[in-house]
């Protein structure tokens, strides 16, 4: 069925049914009410890691993507709050801006390349977060809070969305559409990787030099997936935003660029379900070894250099992924 | 103006030496050292506890702070490092072994010395009063003095002793001085440890005065890289640039700005934004590192 093989489908329908059926019947079994927002915001920084995917995919290391995800907050918090728009108008607007903030900087430093660029954006998030800290409509350091839960939305009297200040469990409904958010995330991303531009996209990574001798319009590609990815990153920071009802020049610093980053290498670069993993692991890990107390850190870094240690490619080189692989 | 002149002196040349230690490791191993902050840490760490703590003179805990980082960079370099670029397929990978050993050294600063922050006692007391336009205190210029002389002479050993050469063999083309008979590994662990050791001596140095704590390590490792850039990666001349002119552009700034505070910072990076799309190489960086 269009062109996957069976055993991807069964891969996939197992992925769906354990992340929408299975997950919160294990979480109504143990009662770890708590695990509900630790899943949300993975799926969320799946969503933004997914984007920086993308463009190590051209071959460019990003540790810019927290600045994306600010700037998507942001946006949309000051939408909601300052301007009166429905959340659900405001998200996709959050990821537009950041595309075309993405846009007019990448202009200049897409040129850049190895660890010119990785550096050009490390500095990018410092100079967003500087910029939420000076302008007046974000409010400096006190930042925006009580941003409204995201109203419903009805087309010709009928309800497509609903209310979430009417719900009983905000919870369960952010998980939900965070992962629904990520499901189709991930599934652009596959059909991305497997469309002409991806092919195109593998090329520059090789060989940028060799890919435009042949004919490909290198500038362009690189702008397309910049913006895109920074897209991911605006989606994700907007539903962040949202969900913690506030948004500070901190929400996202360095330290969570290079964590975007970090969750891409975990996961495997050779695989477009790596980031999903690579988060999964990082930040419910770290949760999980929250019950050591002080040594929290010490065990979750060990962890962390004997997995890239072993399997400097990734955990997904490990090949027990199912489906996607690529 | 003597004043933020002097204060450019002093911020410059102390960013030059943590500069120059990242600048050695990335040139020999193409590393992006992200643990290089923590590095510094411990290096105060290791004086405060020799001089501070025991009382053993300063020189000595100096010697010990340089010794302790030298020891484990070297232990990163041979066990960690190298292994993982050898196995891996993008040499990027090594990014996130440097992250992770980031938070490893920050894990075990925390378990050892605590989140407060240390002091010592001041080496030399009194203040340098030059008609009350130029106020320094005498340790800020001791700790400035020694920090040029680490500087020369490290410049000394990377140019006339035989390791020196190596070292720089092997940062200008790894492969052609592997044929020539350099011990490649050899030569990367001890340029590893050397760039570690300068990371140290710097963290037992700025103890004196900044004193130190378990959060300067990630500050300092994103300045550092901010000075790597602006004089080019992988370029020793070009770190030292480096720290000197974003030291001098933070005294300048902080004296003329000082009302807005962060402003400053914030010109700094879009400043440095800016210069680094026109000239990506830096001030002396060789194209596409």
Known sequence: MFGFTAKQLTGVGIFLFVLFIGVPLIIGATGRWDFYFTLTSVALLAIASAGVWLT????????????????????????VVKAGW?????????????????????????????????????VLTQVVT????????????????????????????????????????????????????????????YRLV??????????????????????????????????????????????????????YPSSFQVADSVNFMLNCFLGGLGFVFGPMLGTLVLYFGWDLLFEFGKYQMLIYSTILILIIRFLPNGLLSLRFGKGGDK | MEQILANGVYLGSQYAMIALGLTLIFALMNVLNFAHGQMYVIGGFVTYTFYGQWGVPFVLALVMSCVTLAILGALIE?????PVIKGSAREESTMLLAAGIAFFLDAVILLVFGEKQRGVPKIVDGVFNYDFRLIMPYDRILICVLAILSIVAFIGLMQYTKTGRALRA??????????MGVNVDRYSMIGFALGA???????????TITGVNLGMGGP??????????????????????????????????????????????????????????????????????
């Open chain 1, 56 to 79: 190590f995919y051209i071959g460019r290391i990003n540790i810019g993507q927290g600045a994306f995800a600010l700037i998507g907050a942001y946006v949309s918090a000051i939408l």
């Open chain 1, 86 to 122: 429905s959340f659900w108008i405001s998200l996709p607007a959050a990821g537009i801006f950041a595309a075309i903030v993405a846009i007019l900087i990448g202009l200049p430093i897409l040129r850049l390349r190895g660890v010119y660029f990785a550096m050009i954006t490390l």
């Open chain 1, 130 to 189: 500087l910029t939420a800290l000076a302008l007046p409509i974000t409010n400096g350091a006190k930042g925006i809070s009580n941003i409204p839960l995201p109203s419903g939305v009805s087309l010709f009297g009928i309800p497509i969305l609903p209310d979430f200040a009417g719900m009983e469990n905000t919870k369960l409904a952010f998980y939900y559409t965070a992962c629904i958010l990520m499901v189709i995330t991930y599934a652009a991303l």
């Open chain 1, 194 to 247: 497997n469309s002409r531009l991806g092919h195109l996209c593998r090329s520059m990574q090789q060989n940028e030099e060799l890919a435009s001798s042949i004919g490909v319009n290198i500038a362009y590609i690189r702008i397309v997936i910049f913006a895109i990815s920074s897209f991911f990153g605006g989606i994700g920071g907007a539903m962040f935003g949202s969900i913690a009802q506030s948004v």
């Open chain 2, 78 to 82: 041979r066990y960690l490092f190298a």
């Open chain 2, 170 to 179: 092997l940062a200008q083309d790894r492969t052609a001085a592997q044929l």
């Open chain 2, 197 to 207: 050791m300068l990371a140290g001596l710097v963290g037992g140095l700025l103890v």
């Open chain 2, 220 to 289: 300092t490792s994103i300045k550092a890289f901010m000075m790597v850039m602006i004089g080019g990666a992988g370029v020793i001349s070009g770190a030292i640039w480096g720290g000197i002119i974003l030291g001098f552009m933070e005294a300048i700034g902080l004296a003329v700005l000082y009302q807005y505070g962060d402003i400053t910072y914030l010109l700094i990076f879009v400043s440095l934004m800016i210069f680094l799309a026109i000239r990506p190489q830096g001030l002396m960086g060789k194209p596409w590192g």
